[in-house]
């Protein structure tokens, strides 16, 4: 059985089991305090070309999410994000449960716009009752979003812009952001997403690491007792260790990018492909997520042969699915996936 | 300055303070043990026909609902209501606050249909990520709505099927429950409300009282350990008899209805007047709210002479205005309106 | 039946009715803008020698520490507090419920000290793992203690030197403090209390109103958008009127004090009438509150006669009970108790 | 340097990262449901002689702890534990931030009794304001405690009674679970502590893996949506592989066992040469952890050749430190402390 069904269906690169192996006998300090977490850090502002940058490193997605946003706000604080955000749908309640509501605007192919912010964050305070309400305090978009898609530089500013001009704080998540990086229909690189946020993350679970999620608080604006607001939220491993290792391994040498843009070269040859083949694009994705519409009786035959991710139900008799590609994806995989579509 | 601003402006109907008077040296426990709260209990099992249900008192709205809510779902779980719904738009986050996701469907006249309940809820049980995912475990309407309009007993019995059907706990935001039993364009009672509901309220402080909401569980359905449940939201009051007082006097010899109908009867001479005088009716009301558009000079005229409240805007010239009248509108305010208008 | 089982058993002070009446059919915003909320304040603040304090009305004293404690902490601070606070035992869990730990220190008569305080926090920051701890962020004292016992000027100076010298918020619990104002054995005033604490609040509950807490915070720390804040926890009244109308009559002409003080000239007549009967006493207190010590049998005879609080079990055969005064105990009060003991 | 500071200072075992390097290219379903997982829990609840156990797998204790406790009680309810337990000291916060408080009870060597929790719970119930303070609804035990000590069957037989009778949840941190289980000094089997309580885990982090706690509900008891409660808990990794490989692995051939016992026999001659060395014992340990007391002076010394944990100050001039021994600590080492002691 072939399978595209994820980004997270495999271990990790083998050269993060490698330095595991190399590192393992080290005796270290633990919650982070550890040589390799220290290593990584530096790596990443480095790359952020951020020196102020302050770098923490998370378990997963969700707990992130939940750790940034309830550390940077205050209680019954709003949160900006496209209707289809991973906040506004995909995590139980991650956000609610630390006390926070989100606004989901109307996504444009998993986008939000700075006009959208700016005419939201406006309507508010044009309210009467505005204090009654819900505030507004941040702006969450994820990059690649939740579609594939990427926002472009000049979206990122004037999104930058916005925030700064009605005092919202501008997170980015890059749960996959490897794969918008060295997308080939991108002009956005780490640096301008450090010089154009507040805060971000940079993914290893779903870009070659077991587990792990680099933040970047980009300009010496960690929240206050953060390795505290970690623990309370279960996020603090003994063995921070182990996500040192694996980021400091993944910006050795470029690891990092090589592996991404694996998948990317992947995905085109993927698209190539399922277009050779005449399924039709559901959404335009310049990422390692590739987005088709299939009739549901095609969709049957290909559960037998082929995992992809169910993603919605476009009408009756079609669905929408998702390939993805990752740093393991090979060209014996797509060639394979010729044979079957 | 007249004033048609909201249905909390002035205080309470002066049988309450006299009854507030004619009791206030009387020993009583505290803590809603008092025999006025245990009166004023008895009397609306009675109007609801219910002598299952459990009434408790509580002192506001926005309380009301983070407490029922609270206490009547788990961590995390989500409520649909209408887009338009107070708990989703002007609490302030109170539910998020108690950990909670609010679902705004798009309202239908500050309504949403069982039809749309239905659809949302098997649309989650569909994805197949919905573990990931919040429940939807409880659906909350206003009647009347956050609008005015009122749901009729068909659309109230279809409700309550769904939520049955899909295992939902129906709660109904009665902040203004009596204008809409007075309304005459209702064909719903108390005590249909309490066959079709899980759990609803009668509001006190927008029909005549100081303060105070008065929550009925319908079928013996309180929570466990309610008054801690209570208490751990600051929602005990001591001095419960100031709740007990006002509803056992709201519930004596069918104050409740007759303010209410007061206020019925002056909001239809206020819609004949506005009519005749050439206003344009926002949205068709039922109950003592009435809401017409205003071209924005004539707003800022009648802004000299009469208090209105702001509701939206409605494009560049015009705006919403909502009229309310209560318990102690006059035949004289409504006389001395016409005047001004 | 004779009652002194609490200072909340009957209504308000019938000036405070009669100026609800007055005021009834005055037409005023609500929320809290109200004149009458506004008269309050400024009365409030100059009876505090404090122009820079900002005064906000709550409904009773369990919201009122929630409320405060929530909006001027981050996310797990703790609280310090003496282990009988009434925030460690008796609101049901309010503090954590909103996410904070209270840190319970050995009372002496109900209060905590400046040394035991000072001690704590430096144990905290002396253990090398403190950051995993939660962090000491604020000292709740009550005045009077539950045990209706007063700090004096020396200790209250010393708690509140502490406090600064250790970056703590100090909060004072005044539920009862107008006894504690009127007492006889005190040399601390309520610009004192202004001066030294940075916030508290004078109790209406149990000191001749209805309901309401007027909180001080004393040098325009007033959390950023309390309004929301009081809203989010369900503590905003929409007829804000009734909190503003009873502040205000217990601050003309010195209502709140000349009521207070007929509570401890009852207490004192109380006291002496126990000790000559032979009561033992079981903690000397100078405010309203008089505890002695009974055996179990004269407690079932007494329970026929009077209604006293139980107040906790002093051994097999002993229990230890309360009388309470209050604004309205009379002298006949004490005489018919006379009678019965 | 030498290092006895923690159990936490290297990586993992070596049969793991094998594993993980072996398993890293099989594709497997997310979220816990990879066949590793799967695995691991069949083999677990074999160990537990448990058939109707369920078995859930978390990265580290804090965040267990907080998860468990979270979804196995309703709000605000309260949590009785030594007052030295991980809970009550040292998670920062994490079980407060949601919504829950915990009761200390004094410890006598880390432990608590069942009759201590009686009495708690008696005289909680026996409160006639019970309703408006904190429930009772769990008791936290960790085995071993924080000192290293252990229950012995009989005590666990007794809370495990009480908690019954009582109508509490009993809740057991295993964070060192193993090295309880492989102590000379002990009569409990995991199958005991299967029976005898209502939820426990098996620490992974602390014993031999990188991260990881297996959580078991011993008898069909998990609550309701686990796997969300997990998510919105920030506790749900994507690739739960992570978590079955390392747990599979040691819960294959008895490396668990394997391992703790070789702890165990590292930390009996540790505690024999350090007595022969004429170092004070702080408290008696059956387990890996060793307390001695040290003068201030030698902890200087010491400080120079290993590294130690502090513990706590015992007077002014005498430190308690700790010794752990882990899963790799060798003959060599305690040879090579030898020399230095």
Same mark, same amino acid.
């Given at each position: 059985?072939?399978?595209?069904?994820?980004?997270?269906?495999?271990?990790?690169?083998?050269?993060?089991?490698?330095?595991?192996?190399?590192?393992?006998?080290?005796?270290?300090?633990?919650?982070?305090?550890?040589?390799?977490?220290?290593?990584?850090?530096?790596?990443?502002?480095?790359?952020?070309?951020?020196?102020?940058?302050?770098?923490?490193?998370?378990?997963?997605?969700?707990?992130?999410?939940?750790?940034?946003?309830?550390?940077?706000?205050?209680?019954?604080?709003?949160?900006?994000?496209?209707? %289809?955000?991973?906040?506004?749908?995909?995590?139980?309640?991650?956000?609610?449960?630390?006390?926070?509501?989100?606004?989901?605007?109307?996504? %444009?192919?998993?986008?939000?716009?700075?006009?959208?912010?700016?005419?939201?964050?406006?309507?508010?305070?044009?309210?009467?009752?505005?204090?009654?309400?819900?505030?507004?305090?941040?702006?969450?978009?994820?990059?690649?979003?939740?579609?594939?898609?990427?926002?472009?530089?000049?979206?990122?500013?004037?999104?930058?812009?916005?925030?700064?001009?009605?005092?919202? %704080?501008?997170?980015?998540?890059?749960?996959?952001?490897?794969?918008?990086?060295?997308?080939?229909?991108?002009?956005? %690189?780490?640096?301008?997403?450090?010089?154009?946020?507040?805060?971000?993350?940079?993914?290893?679970?779903?870009?070659?690491?077991?587990?792990?999620?680099?933040?970047?608080?980009?300009?010496?604006?960690?929240?206050?007792?953060?390795?505290?607001?970690?623990?309370?939220?279960?996020?603090?491993?003994?063995?921070?260790?182990?996500?040192?290792?694996?980021?400091?391994?993944?910006?050795?040498?470029?690891?990092?990018?090589?592996?991404?843009?694996?998948?990317?070269?992947?995905?085109?040859?993927?698209?190539?492909?399922?277009?050779?083949?005449?399924?039709?694009?559901?959404?335009?994705?310049?990422?390692?997520?590739?987005?088709?519409?299939?009739?549901?009786?095609?969709?049957?035959?290909?559960?037998?042969?082929?995992?992809?991710?169910?993603?919605?139900?476009?009408?009756?008799?079609?669905?929408?699915?998702?390939?993805?590609?990752?740093?393991?994806?090979?060209?014996?995989?797509?060639?394979?996936?010729?044979?079957?579509?």
């Amino acid at each position: 059985m072939l399978n595209f069904e994820s980004d997270y269906t495999t271990g990790c690169h083998p050269r993060i089991l490698q330095r595991l192996a190399e590192t393992n006998l080290v005796s270290q300090t633990g919650y982070g305090f550890d040589e390799y977490c220290l290593s990584a850090a530096e790596k990443i502002k480095k790359e952020c070309n951020c020196p102020d940058a302050e770098v923490e490193f998370l378990t997963g997605g969700t707990q992130t999410n939940q750790v940034v946003i309830a550390s940077m706000t205050i209680d019954g604080d709003g949160i900006i994000a496209a209707d %289809t955000g991973h906040i506004n749908g995909h995590e139980a309640g991650a956000i609610e449960v630390s006390g926070h509501k989100v606004f989901g605007l109307k996504h %444009t192919n998993g986008k939000i716009s700075a006009s959208q912010v700016s005419a939201f964050v406006d309507n508010y305070y044009a309210d009467a009752n505005h204090e009654h309400m819900v505030r507004p305090a941040m702006v969450y978009i994820s990059h690649p979003s939740e579609y594939g898609t990427l926002y472009s530089k000049k979206e990122l500013t004037d999104l930058s812009n916005v925030c700064k001009e009605k005092g919202l %704080t501008l997170f980015l998540d890059g749960a996959r952001l490897g794969y918008g990086l060295m997308s080939y229909q991108t002009d956005v %690189t780490i640096a301008d997403i450090a010089a154009l946020t507040d805060v971000f993350y940079i993914g290893g679970t779903k870009v070659g690491a077991l587990c792990g999620e680099a933040v970047v608080f980009t300009h010496a604006n960690k929240p206050e007792r953060f390795l505290a607001r970690k623990k309370q939220r279960g996020a603090l491993l003994a063995k921070g260790r182990l996500l040192g290792v694996q980021f400091d391994t993944l910006f050795t040498d470029g690891l990092y990018y090589e592996i991404s843009r694996n998948a990317i070269d992947r995905a085109e040859e993927l698209k190539a492909l399922l277009v050779r083949k005449g399924y039709k694009i559901f959404m335009e994705s310049p990422t390692n997520q590739q987005f088709v519409v299939v009739d549901n009786k095609k969709y049957e035959d290909l559960k037998k042969v082929v995992r992809a991710g169910f993603w919605e139900t476009v009408d009756e008799n079609h669905t929408a699915i998702r390939f993805a590609t990752s740093w393991c994806t090979t060209k014996e995989d797509i060639a394979a996936l010729e044979e079957v579509l």
